[in-house]
Nanobody, 124 residues
Framework: QVHLVESGGGLVQAGESLRLSCAATGRTMVTYIMGWFRQAPGKEREFVAAISWSGDSTDYGDSVKGRFAVSRDNAKNTVYLQLNSLKSEDTAVYYC?????????????????WGQGTQVTVSS
């Protein structure tokens, strides 16, 4: 069992940056694929980024490629999402998720554990 807690969300202006963190407790996350998803009001949850257990492989959703960066520190049981050049359309609740799969994946059903989410609001 893995318990995930996101932090770092907030209100920023367009063009600014944020760094989200996701801390895992209950079991080491070193063997898990870690992913980030987001859900804006009235929209379906959307894949943002994922990272392999070693950090060597990453994947990004098309809408965030080149602006967001995912990383992890297995010693701290924490995964990060750096959000740069934020736009108003990035406003959403951001969720961290853990998967027992073998490679970064964009499909929600591949993920076994989910955090409660952290709100990111970008004003234009």
């Amino acid at each position: 069992q893995v318990h995930l807690v996101e932090s770092g969300g907030g209100l920023v202006q367009a063009g600014e940056s944020l760094r989200l963190s996701c801390a895992a407790t209950g079991r080491t996350m070193v063997t898990y694929i870690m992913g980030w998803f987001r859900q804006a009001p009235g929209k379906e949850r959307e894949f943002v980024a994922a990272i392999s257990w070693s950090g060597d492989s990453t994947d990004y959703g098309d809408s965030v490629k080149g602006r967001f960066a995912v990383s992890r520190d297995n010693a701290k049981n924490t995964v990060y999402l750096q959000l740069n050049s934020l736009k108003s359309e990035d406003t959403a609740v951001y969720y961290c998720a853990a998967s027992l799969g073998t490679s970064p994946h964009y499909k929600e059903h591949k993920y076994d554990y989910w955090g409660q989410g952290t709100q990111v609001t970008v004003s234009s």
